[in-house]
């Protein structure tokens, strides 16, 4: 993996400058159930458009990214060997009926009850027999090469919960999502996809810190992708300080902000806000006075896709592709990994 670009594509436009920008499409999504069938009703769109999009692109890596459709889902499928067998058949079958080049798990998370997940603390390890069985039911397949990529919880809690040494043997890539860094779990308005950590954060994470940790755990660096981030998230009711709202306790936890293409229309610079830049953390930032939205720009995006090349990470994938329908933040990300 070098200089990967990846987008987590859903509902909204799709086109042939995006495919030829991209080395890769996550879907989204296809759904595990717990009887361990797999189905794509939430992405059935994209799946048709893939004859179009192989014509655009027949080096783009298109990959179904599966979500649970029972809160149980993934751990039933996980729990027994048998349950392991049928869905990693079923995934495998979905591979082939659908022309795709590989499967990602999208599981928030093992072992963690925190977004309503239904969990065992036997899911560390089954996990790793899930991709182990997935694995060897993509490879049975033969012909090309089919891949199996996570994505995963960009902090401690989640390297403690899974196998990440035993898991580098059967998966091709990990998307650490390195965003959400502060969200609803968080009353303390800050950046919520910053590059570097800043000492001063009481929760302090990065994409940097985060990725350093997956190798520190066993999983290699070339393998592991950064996370960005399309949307943005919001802070409200904050007094405005000399900070401009930066690390500012907050009455509630950080909600979903508008996406990148409303920031540009209404926001940047806009109606009452004002853009700053944290040249500590490398992200920018928005405020009004009494709401502080954190987000990712070209600026951000270009120091995390030279970041990556320095140091020797797989590369970069964002979440998601609707979030900009001007290309502007495909075009920084782009534009940075040519050089």
């Known amino acids: 993996m070098k200089n990967e670009i990846i987008g987590y594509v859903g509902s ?24 361990g069938s797999v189905t794509v009703a939430g992405c059935r769109n994209k799946i048709d458009m893939i004859p179009q999009i192989r014509k655009w692109n027949d080096k783009l890596r298109i990959v179904l990214s599966m979500v649970q459709a029972d809160r149980d889902a993934f751990t039933v499928c996980c729990g027994t060997e048998e349950m392991r067998e049928k869905a990693a058949a079923n995934l495998a079958e979905a591979a082939v009926k659908y022309d795709l080049d590989g499967i990602d798990l999208d599981w928030e998370y093992p072992c963690v009850p925190s977004n309503n997940s239904a969990v065992s603390p036997a899911d560390k390890h089954n996990f790793t027999l899930f991709c182990r069985a997935i694995r060897s039911r993509l490879d049975a397949i033969g012909g090309k090469k089919r891949y199996l990529t996570i994505a995963a919880g960009a902090d401690l809690y989640y390297v403690n919960c899974v196998e990440l040494p035993e898991l580098m043997e059967c998966l091709d890539y990990i998307n650490v999502m390195t965003y959400d860094l502060k969200c609803g779990f968080h009353a303390l308005a800050g950046h919520h996809t910053q590059l570097f950590s800043k000492p001063a954060d009481v929760f302090m994470n990065s994409c940097a810190q985060a990725l350093e940790l997956f ?4 999983f290699s660096a070339d393998r592991l992708l950064m996370g960005a981030a399309f949307y943005s998230r919001k802070w409200e009711d904050l007094k405005d300080n000399e900070n401009h709202g930066l690390l500012v306790l907050c009455p509630k936890g950080g909600g979903y902000g508008p996406d990148y293409d409303i920031l540009l229309k209404d926001y940047i610079d806009k109606n ?20 502080f939205l954190s987000y990712d720009d070209p600026r951000s995006l270009r120091a995390k896709a030279a970041y990556v090349k320095e140091k020797g990470y797989g590369g970069i ?23």
Do not use: R
């Open 215 to 218: 190798v520190k755990y066993g």
């Open 12 to 35: 909204g436009e799709f086109t042939e400058e995006d495919a030829k920008k991209l080395t890769g499409i996550n879907l989204a999504f296809g759904e595990l159930h717990n009887d």
């Open 317 to 339: 994938f964002y979440w998601e592709h609707k979030c900009d329908s001007t290309g502007t933040l495909l075009d920084a990300l782009y534009d940075e990994m040519q050089k």
């Open 272 to 291: 009452g806000y004002t853009s700053y830049w944290d040249e500590e953390a490398q992200a920018p930032w928005l405020f009004n006075g009494s709401t």
